[in-house]
């Protein structure tokens, strides 16, 4: 007797594929983590921890170190972090062979497999100490100067090219669209599809500096005004912003990218397409950590 399925047996394995279609369809349009984080750095203890603050006795030695942590959605190569020590005068403490350090292996990003991202230590001194006289108690702020090359990545997996826009069908020309953004101080917060002629579609990216730090184009300087380069994956468009092809400058933390076709489409053209915005920049931040300083008893 050949065996009998039932209908709600039918419909159950049907709804499991359903699920497994749908699944595969979301990771095929390039979710990403999310997040607003870059790299993060962090000082290691300078000594025993007294009320919250690191303390040490002006006969001691101590060391300083930063751990660098990737927390966001960019593969960070070896010499891409810059790192600065600054604070107290450098005739006040022995000990310290170099103010400025790099990175010097790779770091991964946040991932499925490496959740809490990748990570390294930099020394700029194992036996630091200060060489003056401490009356009491002195507190010294340390601050480090963090520079790192980044990128984020916004991927729109539909975007509607409809050449009629009196044809109701597929999609919809006129709309927010939904997108996706990679983790990153950087961010886009909304994307918006338009026309600006016949044929010829519009996209608007804003993006926003969420990270608390500092923006500058690679290889340039850090000035006034935050900026940044940017590039599409696709060729037929070209984009703007502010006037600036491939350049943003950001106002008050954000910028507006105005991606629009070269050419109109073709008569009767109507399909959608996935497009990718990638945002490329030098991004700043400072750290600081309290040292407490004891007179030891002579």
Request: aromatic share 8%.
């Amino acid at each position: 007797m050949k065996p009998r399925w039932s209908t709600i047996a039918i419909l159950c394995i049907a709804i499991a594929l359903t699920a497994c279609s749908s699944d595969q369809q979301t990771q095929q349009k390039g979710a990403y983590i999310g997040g607003t984080d870059g790299v993060t750095a962090d000082f290691e203890a300078f000594g025993v921890e007294e009320d919250s603050v690191f303390t040490i006795f002006d006969t001691e030695s101590f060391p300083i170190e930063l751990t660098l942590k990737n927390k966001g959605e960019y593969d960070l190569q070896p010499r891409d972090i810059k790192v600065r020590l600054l604070g107290p005068a450098p005739t006040e403490f022995s000990g310290i062979a170099s103010r400025e350090l790099q990175n010097q292996q790779a770091i991964d990003k946040i991932s499925e497999l490496t959740p809490t991202g990748g990570e390294e230590t930099i020394t700029f001194a194992r036996d630091a100490k200060y060489q003056g006289i401490v009356p009491g108690v002195i507190d010294r702020e340390w601050f480090a100067n963090v520079e790192y090359k980044y990128q984020t990545y916004g991927l729109v997996p539909e975007v509607c090219l409809k050449e009629d826009l009196t044809d109701k069908r597929i999609c919809d020309v006129k709309q927010t669209k939904e997108f996706f953004v990679s983790g990153a101080p950087v961010t886009i917060t909304t994307v918006e599809e338009d026309t600006a002629g016949r044929g010829i579609m519009a996209l608007k990216f804003t993006i926003k500096n969420v990270g608390g730090g500092d923006v500058a184009k690679v290889g340039g300087e850090f000035g006034v005004h935050d900026q940044l380069a940017y590039s599409m994956d696709d060729s037929a468009w070209e984009c703007k912003s502010g006037g600036r092809v491939n350049e943003a400058r950001l106002i008050e933390d954000q910028a507006e990218i105005v991606c629009k076709l070269k050419q109109p489409l073709q008569k009767n053209d109507l399909f959608t397409k996935q497009v990718k915005l990638t945002l490329e920049y030098t991004y700043r931040s400072i750290v600081q950590e309290k040292l407490r300083i004891k007179e030891s008893a002579r």
